[in-house]
Structure formats: structure tokens, C-alpha cells
């Protein structure tokens, strides 16, 4: 799960996914030309600006990430935790603050977009990962794939919860 979403570059990039989950639902309902052209402007509309929000926190409150905390947790005055000076990530780290999650507040708000415009949230589909060698994944509703996008980040090793939450 954290690989499939963690394809960047690739036709599957968090970009892609939810323009091609709308896509896939609207043919599917019979959306007309005028629909669609709304649809696809709130979708993106709130991909920019969820990444915009998440971004400001990060430096607002400059939590480490993951790896470093574990690395150093012989600095963080918890002797309850144990430090891990060889521990990696699963993904890649990206290289700015965690909190609060980027992916979380994306797939939140386009999750909420679409079940909004469709006036439901328990649509079925499935979306392929064309990025990930064509594995295709079978979703409940729109908050079923965000929840997945939101965890992948936390099974990635990238994320805390309490990141994804804020998100």
C-alpha cells in the first residue's frame, strides 16, 4: 500500500489518482460535459490548496520526521523509547517537516469533493496503479481509498498518526 502510493512520476502520482477516479465515476454516471468541467475544477482546486495549508504547519511547528526521531530517541527525554541508528523508512523521506500530512488533507478533500458532487460516499470502483506494475485496487467509497492513501504514509514510515489526522 505505501508503494502504491508513493509512485511519483509515474501515471498513478497523487496527481493523477483522484482526476482518474473522478474520470472513472463519471463515466460511470453518465455525467454531462458541463458537470464534468465542474467536477474537475473543485478537484484540483483542492489539490492545490490542501498541499498549501499542510505546507504552512510543517514550518510553523517543525516536527522530525520518523526516521529521525528513531534515530535520536536517545535525545527526545523519553526513556521509554529506544533508539534505532540504522532504521530506514520504507519510502523515501521527503526532505521538510511531517505535521500535518500532506497526502491526508489531499485525499480528505478529494474524497469529501467527490462525495459531495455525486451526493454519496459509497460508490464502488476500482482504480488501477499503472505505476506499480497495474495492480488494481477495489474501494468502497471515496473515504474507503483517502483512508487507505492517508495510512499508506504511516505504513510508509514517513508519517505519524497523529500527522495524518491533522491532515
Known sequence: MAQLWANVNT???????????????????????????????????????????????????????????????????????????????????????????????????ESTILALFFGRDDIRFQHTWDGAGGATRSYAGFTAMANEEERARVYGGIHYTFDQVAG
Open 11 to 109: 501515471p498513478t502520482t497523487i496527481f493523477f489518482v483522484w482526476n482518474n477516479v473522478a474520470r472513472t465515476v463519471a463515466i460511470s454516471r453518465n455525467t454531462t460535459t458541463a458537470e464534468n468541467a465542474r467536477l474537475f475544477a473543485l478537484l484540483n482546486i483542492a489539490q492545490h490548496d490542501a498541499p498549501q495549508t499542510t505546507m504552512t504547519s510543517k514550518y510553523i511547528y517543525g516536527f522530525w520526521r520518523p526516521v529521525t526521531a528513531i534515530r535520536r530517541a536517545d535525545e527526545d527525554g523519553n526513556p521509554n523509547t529506544a533508539q534505532d541508528a540504522n532504521w530506514s523508512s520504507l519510502i523515501i523521506t521527503p526532505p521538510y517537516p511531517t505535521y500535518a500530512g500532506n497526502m491526508a488533507a489531499i485525499g480528505t478533500s
